[in-house]
């Protein structure tokens, strides 16, 4: 199997599985905006589960992507396999001690870290009560889904991507069982959202386990943390810990402002949820699903110096998600407020809701594509060993936003929040595009280029369809959103044809092989 197909077949696995995990987020946030609307405690919830995610990325997801996979997909190529083992029970036994010391901490700590990423909340008392126990409550969560990480480090390693993109899906399910059957029994609703992460942590990280066992590896042997790999291992993960520190320092940022209702109005950090929710589903189905295959297919490349092919498959993978990227990002643009309007105006969930969520939709999915190619370019510079670039770049662009953020909030409330995050992702991956060219030499952009505008001039022609579908028809709200996403489907593929996307051709060139 070529290097392409075999990228597009795991690409695929991880994006099917996301599809799963996000389509059940869906119904997840339908109950849970019906429920609890943009409330009180629904604005809790969002920032006490905030800190445990941006914890994950710390010391979790983001260090398996950066650090664990590119050094042992070395050892896959070079070493024995019994050296390679070694190596992940060494990890194992330092993620163990590591996690657990931070949960200890942050179980303790819980009222200033909150007072710190939430300072408005500070004011309200009863707000500031539920946030903190909330947070008390899902500190453990960061210990499994640490290890999850871990887990779904070893395996992409090995390319074995099925469990771990299938482990996402089992989370969504045990968090509806909770908002359906333990919240109504809770003397705090709210607080059965908590129990429902905690439960789905152990479910999705107990999943794995069985392949990671029938593999080789053993019961954790707490006499084992030396290990030559667990050092390289370090070296890689310090500056990716300071990339992600930088990028939570922008969470913190844009938490801290959308917490100022007086200026930005009431009801923003629920609204940053639930178009969050929204405009990642095409990030999370193609920009993760190819940045997480392609890191050890490129972590092969560079291990065997085939800059070569290094190049092309980087270009592979930018074309891909652009082409789907750029279309989903002016649908999202054109029918951000009847998406909203249809997937969450009900119960507690008003026309004031869906107004400032619409908002804050339309402004982020401007940047959907640059989110996408931010993701491929840091796997590329992850697969050469190099975590420091990609942590100059997310410093600039921290700058950028903290600058576009004060000065776009004022005019645009919530939307000026969420344009300035676009904008600075923009320049992120323009800076990281141009660094890694100056790394290993001329990128060859011209054919992602032409792609490029070839896809936008067919999400163009969409755009124009569904912006007269919405102002002539009359049916009800998911009836409406469902017509037009079809029709928009329907008039970028025909155009596609027509402009001659080479993505879509070999799209269905691999359906008619399936088939």
């Not at 007086?262 to 929204?278: F, M, T």
């Not at 939709?361 to 594509?369: D, R």
């Amino acid at each position: 199997m070529s290097t392409h197909k075999s990228l597009a077949r795991s690409a695929g696995i991880i994006g099917l599985g996301i599809s799963a995990s996000r389509l059940l987020g869906f119904v997840r946030d339908i109950i849970i905006a019906a429920v609890f609307g943009t409330s009180v405690p629904l604005q809790a919830f969002v920032v006490a589960f905030r800190i445990p995610n941006m914890l994950r990325d710390l010391v979790g997801e983001g260090a398996a992507n950066a650090a664990f996979v590119p050094v042992l997909s070395s050892y896959v190529v070079k070493k024995t396999k019994e050296e390679f083992w070694g190596l992940a029970q060494a990890l194992l036994n330092v993620m163990i001690v590591v996690l657990a010391a931070i949960t200890a901490f942050g179980m303790v700590f819980t009222p200033a870290i909150v007072a710190l990423i939430a300072p408005g909340f500070v004011k309200d008392p009863e707000k500031f009560r539920i946030t903190v126990e909330l947070t008390r409550w899902m500190f453990p969560y960061i210990f499994l889904v640490g290890l999850t990480a871990y887990t779904t480090g070893i395996l992409n390693s090995l390319k074995l991507f099925g469990a771990s993109a299938f482990s996402q899906p089992l989370w969504n399910i045990v968090f509806i069982a909770a908002a359906l059957w333990i919240c109504p029994v809770m003397q705090v609703p709210v607080m059965g959202l908590a129990l429902g992460v905690l439960a789905g942590g152990v479910l999705q990280l107990l999943v794995q386990v069985p392949q990671l066992a029938s593999r080789g590896l053993a019961f954790p042997r707490l006499d084992r943390f030396r290990h030559p790999g667990a050092s390289e291992v370090g070296r890689l993960l310090v500056p990716r810990v300071l990339g992600a520190s930088i990028y939570q320092v922008n969470v913190f940022v844009n938490t801290i402002l959308a917490s100022l209702s007086s200026i930005v109005g009431e009801g923003a950090i629920a609204a940053i949820y639930y178009s969050n929710r929204l405009w990642m589903l095409p990030l999370a189905i193609f920009g993760t699903a190819f940045s997480q295959a392609m890191l050890p297919t490129m972590s092969e490349h560079a291990a065997k110096e085939d800059i070569e092919k290094f190049k092309q498959t980087l270009s592979f993978s930018l074309r891909s998600v652009f082409f789907i990227t750029v279309p989903s990002s002016v649908g999202l643009i054109v029918l951000a407020r009847p998406i909203v309007r249809a997937l969450f105006e009900r119960g507690s969930f008003d026309s004031y809701s869906t107004r400032i969520t619409a908002d804050a939709l339309l402004f982020y999915s401007i940047g959907l594509f640059a989110y996408a190619g931010v993701k491929i370019l840091v796997s590329a510079f992850y697969s050469l060993k190099d975590t420091k670039t990609p942590v100059k770049a997310a410093a600039a662009a921290l700058v950028i936003n903290i600058i576009l953020n004060l000065a776009l909030m004022f005019p645009l409330k919530v939307g000026g929040l969420a344009l300035a995050t676009s904008l600075a992702s923009i320049a992120n991956f323009f800076m990281l595009f141009s660094m890694l060219g100056k790394k290993i030499g001329h990128l060859g952009a011209g054919p992602v280029i032409d792609s490029f505008m070839r896809v936008l001039a067919a999400s163009a022609a969409m755009a124009a369809v569904l912006m007269l579908l919405d102002v002539n028809m009359m049916m009800r709200p998911v009836a409406k959103v469902a017509v037009m996403v079809a029709a928009g489907i329907a008039v970028f593929l025909a155009a596609c044809v027509v402009l001659k996307v080479e993505e879509f051709k070999g799209a269905v060139k691999w359906i008619s092989r399936r088939r």
